[in-house]
Each structure stands twice: as C-alpha cells, then as structure tokens.
C-alpha cells in the first residue's frame, strides 16, 4: 500500500468526524431502538435487522445471517490493501435488559465504519478494506468464537470495538473465562415417608456450592469462580432426582485455567460421591484474555485524548474490577483493541442503574467520541505502511 503524507491524513480524520456528526441522529435512533427492544443471546432479530438495513442504505455490501441467524458482515473498499474489522455487539442480558450497554457498541461500530467509510471516498486512491462485523452472543455463547472457527475474520489485518463502562480505560485487564455446566442425578423419593429410599441430588448442589466457597480461600486474588442453581427440585416433599448449576471460571491468565479448573472440578466430584449422586459436566467455549497491541493503543490513546478524553492512569486502572469477553480470542489471532469508555455513570455494568445509563444523550454522545477515535485510529493505520508494519511486527513477537 501506498503512504499517505500527514496533512492528508489529518484531513482523513477530519472528514470521517464530520461523517459521523452528519449522521448523529440516525445513529441516534439506532442505538434507541436496540435499547428499547432488547434481545438475548442468538436471539437478537430485531438488532440484526436494523443494523444490516441501515449499513446497507449507506453503501456497505451486507452478508445477512453470516454463519449464524444474528450475525452478519458488511464490507467496503478494495479487496487488496489493508483490512480492518470493526466489531458490533448488541446482545442484551435476561432481567436487565442492556446492562452493559451493547446498544452502545453497535452504534459505536456503525459510527466508526461510517467515518471510514467516508475518509475512503474522499480520496482517489485506495485505501484498503473495511470489515463491519456484527456479532452475537458475547454474553452467553461466544458469536466472536464461532465466527472465527468458521473463517469469518481470516482476511482481517486488525481489529478494534469499544465498550461502554463508567470509566475510561485505555487497556482494560479482561480475565479468562470458561464456563461449566454441572448435572447431578439422584433418585426421587417422598421426603418424609420414603426418605431413605431417596438419593438427593440438591444436596449434591449444595454440598458443591460449599465446596467452591471453600476453595475461594486458596485461590490466587484474581481468580474468579461464581454460579447459580438453575434447578433444584420441584416440591419440597421430592427428594430431588436432578439438579442443575451453571459456573463461570475465570483467571488472569490463560495458562491458569487448566489448574483452576482442575481444582474446581474437585469440588463437584466430591459433591457427587459423598452424596451417591451422578455427575455430568460439560464445559463450554472459553474466552481468553485480551492481547492489547502495543502500536494500536499509542494510535487510539492520541486520537482518543486529541478528542479531549482523559484515561484513567495504568495504577487507576489496576484497581478496577474485570469482566471476560469473546474479543480475547480475536485478539489472540490478529493485532486488536478493546478501550472501555466513560459514559459519566457511577453506575455498574450489568445493574438495572446501568441500563438506564446506556439509554442517555449523553452515553450516546461519549459514544461518538469512541467511534471517532476508532475511526482516526484506522485511518492512522491504513494510510502508513510502516505503522502498519510495525502493528503486525508487535503482534508476532507476542504470539
């Protein structure tokens, strides 16, 4: 690919901001109607429509359920040249609705292709290609796994998404995490006529929840294992013949994982002996932790802060708590950012409080400014070869 001297590269900028300004309203509206309507895992029809309607009245060739009924993938630009994927998410939480904000992050990713978008066709050169990729399930499933083992990413050079949370942080610390799907089998009995005929499997729960419980004391302090009885019987005087826990196990880094899992699996096959009970586990897709490129973070952080965000420092940052997310494994396949933006709540993602927070001007606003800078950001690596070389150079020294 061809350079791109500064001045143009400034003016690049310039028009994909103003993109996004003249099409703040509609985005607008799109990130309000996600809000309002929200969807869980693989479920979210109504998000994938209006997504793929709307990127394809502006211009984008869209690809309608992409591999899976909610996703979808919508491409601009040359084949040849670089490529950056763009990621949305949109899926919402059970109870809470958009707790942790995807509404946002769908309006973020639509923002930022528009700006691209835009800077792509205010020159006569091409300046590679663009990949707005919309992904289910990042709570409950892992759209971004199952895209990626069916190929979806592979003419992807670089990837970004941004997440709303009430801080700004440049290179938020996501943990791993694996989740386990537990079954005890028993045999049913009247509870006070026949209890000795019966073999409980909600003690068999219980005992197990004790266990982990216990086990929190030797764990190392970013270690995380929490779950919840989604069945425990159906009357009191049953003994119950199946129970069923759903956890999540997490740690700081991936190489942890076997050995925590290993502990915690303990925990459930003692439940399961002391109790006379049978034991089923199934483990589900993992997610890793997110490898933040070092030249990506340098480009977000100057067009983040030239936008007039202030970041927490690296010592702030190491205070906050951390969640997991599906982006970890793109990240460990390609050069990748996920910043975490303040939409001015003191409200926690995942709380009803949240929610409300997601569906404010004034988040919509912050989420501009997001889209923005990735947008600044791509235009910085599509329109050098050297930083994009040294971005790709980065990223193979740390695989």
Not at 126 to 132: E, I, M, S, T
Not at 266 to 293: D, I, M, P, R
Not at 315 to 341: C, F, K
């Amino acid at each position: 690919m061809a350079g791109v001297d500064q001045n143009t590269v400034l003016k690049l900028k310039q028009v994909a901001c103003e993109a996004i300004d003249k099409n703040a309203s509609e985005l607008h509206e799109l990130n309000k109607h996600i809000w309002k309507h929200p969807e869980v895992a693989y479920k979210e029809r109504n998000a994938h429509e209006i997504l793929t309607s709307y990127l394809a009245i502006k211009g984008f060739d869209v690809t309608r359920q992409w591999t899976m009924d909610t996703a979808f993938g919508a491409r601009y630009g040359i084949p040849k040249g670089p490529c950056v994927g763009i990621f949305c998410e949109y899926d919402a939480l059970p109870l809470v609705g958009h707790a942790c904000g995807h509404n946002l992050i769908a309006e973020a990713g639509v923002a930022a292709s528009i700006g691209i978008k835009a800077a792509m066709d205010s020159v006569e050169e091409p300046l590679g290609n663009l990949l707005v990729a919309g992904t289910p399930a990042e709570e409950s499933g892992g759209g971004k796994i199952q895209m990626l083992d069916s190929g979806c990413f592979s003419e992807v050079d670089f990837a970004m998404m941004v997440h709303p949370c009430p801080f700004d942080v440049l290179q938020h610390s996501f943990l791993s995490c694996a989740t386990l799907e537990v079954i005890y089998k028993g045999h049913a009995a009247h509870a006070a006529a026949f209890p000795s005929e019966g073999v409980n499997a909600l003690d068999a729960a219980i005992m197990a929840y004790n266990n982990i419980s216990t086990l929190r004391q030797q764990m190392k302090p970013a270690w995380r294992v929490h779950g919840i009885i989604v069945e425990g019987g159906v009357k009191p005087n049953i003994i119950p013949d199946r129970t069923k826990l759903e956890y999540s196990v997490r740690t700081e880094d991936d190489k942890d994982m076997e050995t925590l899992k290993h502990k915690v699996m303990a925990c459930f096959e003692g439940a399961a002996q002391a109790t006379g009970c049978s034991l089923e586990t199934s483990w589900k897709e993992e997610y890793k932790t997110v490898k933040h490129n070092p030249k990506l973070v340098q480009l977000y952080q100057g067009n983040a802060e030239s936008l007039g965000v202030k970041f927490l420092t690296k010592e702030e940052a190491a205070t906050l708590g951390s969640g997991s997310t599906d982006m970890g494994n793109v990240s460990q396949v390609l050069p990748a950012i996920h910043p975490m933006y303040g939409i001015e709540t003191k409200e926690v993602n995942h709380s009803h409080g949240f929610t409300a927070a997601a569906g404010t001007d004034v988040a919509h606003q912050k989420t501009l400014i997001a889209a923005k800078a990735m947008a600044m950001t791509t235009i910085d690596v599509i329109c050098c070869p050297d930083t994009f070389a040294e971005m790709k150079r980065q990223f193979a020294r740390k695989s």
